[in-house]
Nanobody, 124 residues
Framework: VQLQASGGGSVKPGGSLKLSCVAS????????IGWFRQAPGKEREGVSC????????YYEDSVKGRFSISKDNTKQTVYLEMSRLKPGDTAVYYC??????????????????WGKGTLVTVSS
């Protein structure tokens, strides 16, 4: 099982980025995928996830209306489109296999497979 996140970079507030997570070793049609982030000095938190079974999505409150998660099963890729970025979005972003709860969102429970992170910096 491998996941590879990419697409991070440095943008100004209000800017946009699109992250990609390419999965291998399993099918994204059968496993839910989540995006997480970890800011300096803070714990890793769930940002968004997409459920494998029905494609339903979850967003953490601070990113609702600004971030959009999607996937392309044929490319084994999950995307996180981020717009209207704020300095508070600065973090290393990770994708991982996860349980995607409609209430609690992506779960960190010790069973996640993690990709290497990609750094997003939002600064003027």
């Amino acid at each position: 099982v491998q996941l590879q996140a990419s697409g991070g970079g440095s943008v100004k507030p209000g800017g946009s980025l699109k992250l990609s997570c390419v999965a291998s070793g399993f099918s994204v049609e059968k496993v839910s995928i989540g995006w997480f982030r970890q800011a300096p000095g803070k714990e890793r938190e769930g940002v968004s996830c997409i459920k494998y079974s029905d494609g339903s999505t979850y967003y953490e409150d601070s990113v609702k209306g600004r971030f959009s998660i999607s996937k392309d099963n044929t490319k084994q890729t999950v995307y996180l489109e981020m717009s209207r970025l704020k300095p508070g979005d600065t973090a290393v972003y990770y994708c991982a296999t996860t349980v995607c709860s409609a209430v609690g969102g992506p779960v960190i429970d010790g069973t996640n497979y993690w990709g290497k992170g990609t750094l997003v910096t939002v600064s003027s």
